[in-house]
Every structure is written in C-alpha cells, then in structure tokens.
C-alpha cells in the first residue's frame, strides 16, 4: 500500500537532515500565545451540526488533531480547491490541480464555536505564516486555506486573521487564504483515519504526534 509520495518522503528526510545538524525542533511552535478571537460569543443553546472545511499541510496531522477536539463529531481527510477530476492523491501531489488537502469537521455548536475551532488550527495544526508548504512538505497543495461555507465564516476567519496580525502573534503575516467551498472530495479510505492506523509511521512520529500534545497542553479543556 503506498502511502505517501515519493517527494513528501524525500522532503522530509531533508528536514530530518537540517534539523538534526541545527539541533532544533520542526515541530517546536513558532509562535506566541494565540488568543481567543475577540468578539464571538458562545451558543450553548445552538441546535444541529455544522461544518467546517480547512487545509493547513498534510491531512494526516490536520485530521488528527481535530479528533481529539471536544464537540467535534467526525473529521475526514479530503481535497478542496480543485475540480472532481483531479481529485485523487497522486493527482494532487502534483500541485498543480488548485486542490488543497483538506480536512471536513462536523461539529457540535453548542460545545464549540467555529472561532474555538479556528484558534486551534492556528495554535496547533497548522503554521499559517508559511506559504505554500508546511514543514517538511512544500507545494500549493499544502497551503494554508479556510475555505467557508457562509458570510459568518467569512467574517470570523478575516476578523481573526486581522485580530492575530495586528497582535503579531507570528513572526511573519498570516499566509492563510480565506475563500469559498465550492466542493470537498473525500480522500482514498487509507488515508482517513491514518494517525490511529500507523503511530509508528516515522512521518507521524516527527511531525504529528507532536501537534496532538501541544493541542493536550495548551487546551487541556478541549482535548478528548
């Protein structure tokens, strides 16, 4: 079963490689403290689900740490971006598809906002001030994307986003882009679920593992 491409794996033991001469972490967190984002106010009485799609670097990290998120109800690694046609793994690793891999959260509102979900993505899942890749992995197809579904998560991600720039919560901008869903594809069956299927997978190890204890840390309230 092939489960990774060929230049994910080579750009990762290039990292391994740079960082063991560095004596640094690519995992250690390259930011300050992100705060809640200002304004949202809870829904304890708000019914049904909701969902809500974001690429941030390889799913297999993105989809892991938002199951262990309290309130979330599922999470499958997919494709956004791109047409029904491309996509496909192989497919997008190309970069050149206009997909993202992506991961749809299903979510209970009344235990946590879209804003809550968002301050985890950027705390934990994801480095939103690099462009076009994240760690080890680099191309358009591991970029930083909120795709929203409606006009409210719109605003809260382009408010949130202006609110951690104007705090310089990173080093650099925020390179997330926030645009439309048009479509989510799921991804083949073996890469859902792929933390809990391969812990010892030594990508997982390096660059995913770490993402689920910094999210136990830092929200100890969230984390399940």
Request: hydrophobic fraction near 35%; proline fraction near 7%.
């Amino acid at each position: 079963m092939t489960i990774s491409s060929s230049d994910r794996f080579h750009n990762f033991l290039c990292v391994l490689v740079l960082v063991s001469m560095s004596g640094l972490s690519a995992c250690s967190p390259a930011h300050g403290h992100v705060p809640p984002i200002a304004g949202e106010s809870p829904s304890p009485n708000a019914q049904g689900k909701q969902t809500a799609v974001l690429a941030g670097g390889c799913f297999w990290g993105v989809d892991a740490v938002f199951k262990h998120v309290r309130g979330v109800i599922n999470v499958i690694s997919g494709y956004s971006g791109g047409n029904a046609s491309t996509a496909q793994y192989e497919t997008v690793s190309s970069g050149t598809t206009g997909h993202a891999e992506s991961v749809k959260i299903t979510y209970e509102p009344s235990q946590i906002s879209y804003g809550e979900l968002l301050r985890v993505f950027f705390s934990v899942a994801t480095d939103p001030s690099q462009l076009n890749r994240q760690g080890p992995d680099v191309g358009t197809q591991y970029r930083s994307v909120i795709f929203y579904a409606n006009e409210d998560q719109k605003q809260i991600a382009s408010a949130y986003i202006d609110q951690l720039n104007k705090a310089n919560v990173f080093a650099g901008p925020i390179m997330t882009q926030v645009v439309p869903l048009k479509e989510f594809y799921p991804a083949e069956e073996y890469h859902q679920d792929f933390l809990e299927r391969n812990p010892t997978n030594p990508y997982i190890v390096y660059n995913d593992m770490p993402k689920l204890r910094e999210l136990q840390k830092q929200f100890p309230d969230l984390y399940k």
